[in-house]
């Protein structure tokens, strides 16, 4: 599926782009996915559109299958890498479970600056993308993933959120879709 539309009020939230995770080993290119997304920040930014920039600090408590998956971050590991361009204009989430909704005020934020739709990228595509992608439909927002501007560890789990779960919660389609989406919009 393609990008339809976008609406007048639309975020782009941009999760875990931080040092610690673009450095692990990804199923595409690192530089890739942060070059896209500081094509789709340039853009939201040149407009006044909500940005937000989230990034992750731990992780719940609750046991796994996989036991403790996340590391003890240390600053460097929870800073957000610099490809974003980080502003003042720009809102600020630390997370500590996949979702940036959870505990982070992210809903009552957007709430505020009257957020119908939102644009989700980053890393992991089926972890901390996904789950926010979920919260963020479970809310009533429009989702749209560019699928060009996320990737994961895992490039199975990638695929699969990509051709099963998104389809169900959002729109996908490409950076180019959304930027032309955006320019339809003005």
Do not use: C
């Not at 530089?31 to 500081?38: E, G, I, P, S, T």
């Amino acid at each position: 599926m393609s990008v339809t539309a976008l609406d007048p009020k639309t975020a782009l939230i941009v999760v875990d782009l931080q040092k610690g995770i673009v450095g692990l080993p990804l199923a595409h290119p690192a530089a890739d996915v942060l070059a896209r997304n500081a094509e789709l920040l340039a853009e939201f930014r040149r407009r006044g559109l909500p940005v937000v920039l989230v990034n992750v600090a731990g992780g719940p408590a609750g046991r796994n299958d996989l036991g403790a998956s996340f590391p003890a971050p240390t600053a460097e590991w929870t800073e957000l890498a610099p490809e974003l361009g980080a502003t003042e204009g720009d809102h600020l989430v630390t997370k500590y479970s996949r979702s940036a909704f959870t505990k982070t005020g992210l809903n009552e934020w957007l709430s505020e600056q009257g957020v119908t739709q939102v644009v989700v990228t980053g890393i992991a595509t089926s972890s901390g993308v996904e789950s926010t992608a979920r919260d963020a439909h479970e809310q009533g927002y429009h989702v749209t993933v560019p699928v060009d501007a996320v990737t994961d560890t895992d490039g199975a789990a990638h695929d699969h959120t990509i051709a099963k779960i998104y389809p169900r919660i959002a729109e996908t389609g490409t950076t180019k879709d959304v930027l032309a989406a955006l320019a339809d919009a003005s």
